[in-house]
């Protein structure tokens, strides 16, 4: 990690050689954990957490080390990549995100922009910072967790705003492919809360269960960035950010998958949603919340479909006592609905409330302790022998060293 980062500082110092404005940004974040006493997803079964029973004792571990590198060669024309070193995924290094954008200089009340590559799409109010996480709490909650888990815009994205003294309303529109698979985990593993974002080379792995009933050995992954039936997909988005009221947006994504396409055993999952969010200000407190609604099917063949209805909204309110500190409490609900002709059937309902502490006490270090509780019932908990109703808790505490 050492050497990584000494060869991006490298780069960064020849930036004037290069005639390019260059920047680099990055942290790498200490964990204290006390794990949940449920197996984690992350070990095949179904805990909702990062860390589960199989971390064993409280422990502490390195989460994650993030770099941001973003090159300016043009007053028009930005480039930006974020990598991740993390002990878990597929490789030791995996990216993020990694795009171009062109935004011409505009003195007008109109103005556009267009960027190309790998990105997130425009659903989180929470994920605002460096590697994708929250000033508000480690782990985002349900929707975000999956927004991160599964979602990666690989394609094209365009905007038109609008701005005046007073508001700034926007247009967006994208075309991406590489995205088929997105949603078998929350159909095959349900909604999870942690701050785990897929990288572009990982695999996120399946509960057992699901390698057990299609009869292929465990631990079996699945692929998040893959093209399976060469149809592209689409959303699009609108905003409104007005001046001492807040901002509300509304995002329609669908994947266009053909839910009967396969390749390399994996099969396209056709997924669709509407996302809702807002965010106002009331003197120091913060207040946010987004809802999300969709559908992901798939139908491999004449004998056997899934199609699964899912739901989740959270209501954040976040604290800023003074320059260093800030609070945070959010309250998460979540659901799936699923229908498939054979038996075990992998509904579930459930909450979750969260807790976060903030300390800032110098630009290059950031303390966080959070307390996560979930209690959902799936009733796919039943086929590892387990009862399908559980609790979970969590308590993590975060020292993230930034880059001066």
């Not at 199989?54 to 990549?81: S, Y």
């Not at 700034?168 to 590489?178: D, E, N, Q, R, Y």
């Not at 901002?247 to 809702?276: C, H, K, M, Q, S």
């Not at 899934?306 to 604290?319: I, R, V």
Request: hydrophobic share 45%.
């Amino acid at each position: 990690m050492r050497n990584f980062l000494s060869a991006l500082f490298l780069i960064g110092s020849c930036s004037p050689v290069l005639a390019v404005d260059f920047h680099f940004d990055g942290y790498v974040d200490l964990r204290l954990i006390v794990p949940s006493d449920q197996a984690s997803w992350q070990s095949g079964l179904l805990g909702k957490f990062r860390y589960g029973a199989e971390d064993g004792k409280p422990d502490l571990r390195v989460a994650e080390a993030v770099g941001q590198a973003v090159v300016l060669l043009t007053p028009e024309l930005m480039a930006l990549a974020v990598g991740r070193i993390e002990p878990e995924q597929r490789t030791f290094f995996d990216l993020l995100e990694g795009y171009v954008r062109y935004r011409p200089v505009s003195t007008m009340a109109w103005r556009w922009s267009v960027k190309a590559g790998a990105f997130f799409p425009p659903i989180s109010l929470e994920n605002t910072e460096l590697g994708w996480t929250s000033p508000w709490t480690l782990t985002p909650s349900a929707i975000n967790t999956w927004v991160g888990e599964e979602l990666r815009t690989i394609g094209v994205e365009g905007d038109l705003e609008w701005r005046s003294e007073e508001r700034t309303i926007t247009a967006m529109a994208s075309l991406f492919g590489w995205n088929d698979p997105a949603g078998v985990l929350v159909a095959d593993r349900g909604w999870a809360l942690h701050d785990r974002v897929t990288g572009l080379i990982d695999r996120p792995r399946e509960p057992d269960v699901i390698a057990y009933a299609i009869g292929v050995p465990e631990p079996l992954y699945t692929y998040e960035v893959l093209e399976i039936d060469g149809r592209p997909g689409w959303y699009a988005a609108a905003s409104w950010d007005e001046v001492g009221l807040g901002f509300l947006n509304l995002v329609y994504y669908n994947n266009e998958a053909d839910p009967a396409a396969v390749r390399r055993g994996t099969i396209a999952w056709r997924t669709d949603f509407w996302n809702v969010g807002a965010r106002t200000q009331i003197g120091d407190v913060t207040l946010m919340a987004q809802a999300m609604t969709g559908r992901t099917l798939i139908v491999p063949n004449a004998f056997y479909f899934s199609d699964t209805e899912f739901k989740s909204a959270y209501l954040l309110a976040g604290w800023t006592i003074a320059e260093d500190w800030r609070v945070a409490a959010r309250a998460d609900v979540f659901s799936t609905d699923e229908t498939n002709p054979y038996p075990g059937n992998m509904s579930e309902h459930g909450n979750a409330l969260t807790i976060a502490v903030n300390y800032l006490p110098y630009n290059w270090l950031r303390l966080t302790a959070e307390a996560i509780r979930v209690d959902s019932t799936r009733n796919q908990r039943a086929l590892e022998g387990l009862n399908p109703h559980a609790v979970e808790n969590q308590v993590q505490i975060s020292a993230k060293f930034y880059l001066p």
